[in-house]
C-alpha cells in the first residue's frame, strides 16, 4: 500500500515563504500525475496546483499562481510546493496525492492521500 507523507508546514506571517515537501514509499513519482490540494476549516478541499508526469505541464489554481510553484524532486518518490508571498488566506491543511489524469482539479482524480500538513499565516 503507498503511504504519502507531507511535511514543511509552520506557522508564517504573511508574505514569508514556504516549502512543502511530499514523499511515499512504494511509488515512483516519476510514473504519476501529482497534484497539491488543501482544505480550510469548514471548506471543502480545493485544488491547489498539479504536475504531469513529465514534469513539463503544470496546473494552478488561480489564487495561488505566480506565487506558489510545483516541481519534482531530483529522488522519484518527492514533490515541492514552493509557495511565496503567503496570504492569510493560504492558511490550510495541504495535502499531496497521486493523479489519474492530467490536466484536473477535481479531487475525484487523484488517490493515495496523506494526511497533510499544517500551514498557517498570520496577518
Known amino acids: 500500500q503507498v503511504q504519502m507523507g507531507e511535511s514543511g508546514g509552520g506557522l508564517v506571517q504573511a508574505g514569508d515563504s514556504l516549502r512543502l515537501s511530499c514523499a511515499a514509499s512504494r511509488l515512483i513519482f516519476a510514473n504519476f500525475h501529482m497534484g497539491w490540494f488543501r482544505q480550510a476549516p469548514g471548506k471543502e478541499r480545493d485544488f491547489v496546483a498539479a504536475?504531469?508526469?513529465?514534469?513539463?505541464?503544470?496546473l494552478y489554481a488561480d489564487s495561488v499562481k505566480g506565487r506558489f510553484t510545483i516541481s519534482r524532486g531530483s529522488a522519484r518518490n518527492t514533490m515541492y510546493l514552493q509557495m511565496n508571498g503567503l496570504k492569510p488566506e493560504d492558511t490550510a491543511v495541504y495535502y499531496c496525492?497521486?493523479?489519474?489524469?492530467?490536466?484536473?482539479?477535481?479531487?475525484?482524480?487523484?488517490?493515495?492521500w496523506g494526511q497533510g500538513t499544517q500551514v498557517t499565516v498570520s496577518s
Open positions: 504536475v504531469d508526469r513529465t514534469g513539463t505541464s503544470t
Open positions: 496525492a497521486r493523479g489519474v489524469r492530467f490536466p484536473s482539479t477535481d479531487g475525484s482524480d487523484y488517490n493515495d
